[in-house]
Every structure is written in structure tokens, then in C-alpha cells.
């Protein structure tokens, strides 16, 4: 999800239904060091008890099953013409069971970048989203879009509960992901996801159709902008998506028209340092 400045009451409801203190956590944090990635960019193991850490049968804990880069991944694995559709915020009861149909009606699977109370408050739809065969990808706990200037400790949390959150709602199933709010990456959450078995994700093609400017407008911009890259952002939370979902419905037959194929990011190879 790009930076916008516009979740701020999205993130308080989020921030109260999961009991989180953003000021107790900046207040007892380290500050932590790191360049702040530049949202173009992003576009264009603890002990075992320690929050957000996956453990194994006997408490210990678990490493991830693939090791993965820190560098920011915009490519398909497919290569080629191949794209990636990646939807931000959800899951959402009301959009996400739709965007889900329109993908199973065009045999395309996506990428779903989910807030980690949403996917707890709706493991059913986690669940369909796997069964379905997508994949997942941790999009934080509250979509602080400020993440990149808050202490490492806060970021680590922030990226490794929600992962915890999403990981229980699907049934154990991996997160193979990590997509920073508004693209707020710093070289430390980039390496805290990594360790964690998740890819830094990024994007190419912002349909800005969080800011609702029509179908039209979100059809429009992926025709217009698909020449940057094979990542497209979407978003199934957040507010109203019915404009995302009529343009998804356009979108996916257009791609096919174009002899474009679908895929999803590499996760193992170099991309974006």
C-alpha cells in the first residue's frame, strides 16, 4: 500500500482491538539505525519466547524453509510477460470473498498482503486464500506508514506478531512475504523479514485505487504504467473496494488479451539491493 497519510483512524481501531500501546513501545525501544528506503524504491532469531517468533513441537525457534534476500523483489518468477497481482489490507469479509472469485473465474492467482488482526478477526477468508492457492505476505499490524522512523524494536514487532497472527489464521501455512506500509522500509525490516523466511516486497504499477477514483481511472493506470514492471497493487481493505473490484474484472481478460501471463515475485533470487 502506497503512503498516504489517510489510515490514520484505520490504524487507531486496529491499534485498540489488539490492545497495542504504540507510545508504550517508542518509549521503551531502542532506537534503531538504517536508511530510510525511498517509497519509489519499495514501489520502483530471538529467544524462543520472544513475540511473533514461530516455534517448533518442543518451544524452540522454527527457521524458516527458505532463506531469502533482503533486496526489495519486483520480478516474476515466471519471468517472461508474466505479471503479479498483489492485494493489500484485507482480508475484508465484504471485498476479499469477491476479488477471490474474480480470480478463481480467470484461473489467476495472487498475492494477498494482509494486516495481522484482520487475517485473525477472518481466518475463514485466510484459509479460502491459501486453499485457493495464493500466497501470503505480512503487511504489519496496524499499517504504520511511519515505520521507517520508529525504533528497530517497534518495526520487529510490528512485522514478526503480524506474521505470528496471519501464520495461525491460516493453519500454520508459511508467510512468504513482507510489504512494508506505504513502502516504509529500512534496511532493518528488510533483514528482520528475510530472517524470517519473507521477501521484501515491493511494486510497479500503483493503481492509487485507495484514493476510490474510479474503475476507469484504476483500469486506466494499469495500462498506462505496466511498462515499469510486473507488480501490480491493489487493495481488498481499507474502505470501499467495489471500484477495485469492477476494475479487477476488466484488468485480468486485458492482461490475457496481451498476451500477458501470471506469476508471482521471486522470493530466492537477487532483485532490487
Known sequence: MRRMG????????????????????????????????SPAGAGGAGAPKEPGLRTDGKGRPAQPTTRVPVGIAHAAEAGGRAVNITIDDGPDPRWTPQMLDILKQND???????IGPQAKQHPDLVKRVVAEGHRLCDHT???????DRKPVAYQKRQILDARKMIEEAAGGVEVQYYRAPGGAFTPDSRKIAAAAGMRPLGWNVDTKDFERPGAAAIVATVKGELSNGPTILLHDGGGDRSQTVTALRQVLPWLK?????????????????
Open 108 to 114: 489467476v492467482k495472487a498475492v494477498f498482503c494482509m
Open 6 to 37: 489517510k489510515y490514520t483512524a484505520h490504524v487507531a481501531v486496529l491499534a485498540s482491538a489488539v490492545g497495542i500501546s504504540l507510545a508504550a513501545w517508542g518509549a521503551t525501544a531502542l532506537v534503531g539505525g538504517g536508511d530510510e528506503d
Open 141 to 147: 499490524m496496524t499499517h504504520d506508514t511511519t515505520m
Open 257 to 273: 488479451e496481451q498476451g500477458r501471463t501470471f506469476s508471482f515475485p521471486v522470493r530466492t533470487a537477487p532483485d532490487t539491493p
